[in-house]
């Protein structure tokens, strides 16, 4: 799991500044986790920042969150991706099938090909009536994400968390985007602050 490099220049730059022997100490504990070793190494040491409360609580909060989020993006994209690949397979039957039976059809009733589109646009403009419409990738993927963040706590001994983002996902929120601004200052783009203020996260 990759480590924050601009998290951990933060810290180096507060470790030079300050002279804090601790800071130091997690900065080599961050620095020897292996690029791509397995999070819990670097949840590890996360964990051990909180517990020693060498930072604000926010920052672990945000340390320990983005960390999940990277490992929920990927599992949700990967359940995406085999969804998306069942409904193209589908589609291509669908396909086969739609143009079998205009096939079959014209050669017992034949039309003119302008008319066979006519009927097809005409197909498509109505709203098509499914008795048994599947959600889209899009819905999958997200609804997947939803699911995993709280069960991937709790699985790592972050029940805490996952209760919070359950039952109080705005203070979440507020929190962890308290942790970010730690290490990167305030977000100056204007969509995302937009959100941010409609949701409630920030109140400036």
Known sequence: ???????????????????????????????????????????????????????????????????????????????ADELGQKYFKCTCELTGLIQKTIREYTSRHPLPSECVREVLEDFLEDEIKMENSAPSVDDIR???????????????????????LEEDPIQFERIREQGREFFHGRDSHPWSLKYMRERGIIDY
């Not at 699911?147 to 790592?156: D, I």
């Open 142 to 164: 997200h609804q997947t994400y939803n699911r995993l963040f709280p069960e991937q706590l709790r699985l790592h001994g972050e029940a805490a968390m996952a209760r919070l």
């Open 1 to 79: 799991m990759n480590i924050l490099r601009k998290e951990i220049s933060k810290l180096e730059d507060m470790a030079n500044s300050t002279g804090r022997t601790d800071l130091h100490q997690v900065i080599q504990q961050l620095r020897a986790i292996p690029e791509q070793s397995p999070l819990e190494n670097t949840l590890g040491v996360y964990k051990d920042i909180r517990a020693a409360a060498i930072l604000p609580e926010c920052t672990t909060f945000f340390l320990i969150s983005h960390l999940f989020e990277e490992k929920v993006d990927y599992l949700a994209e990967e359940q």
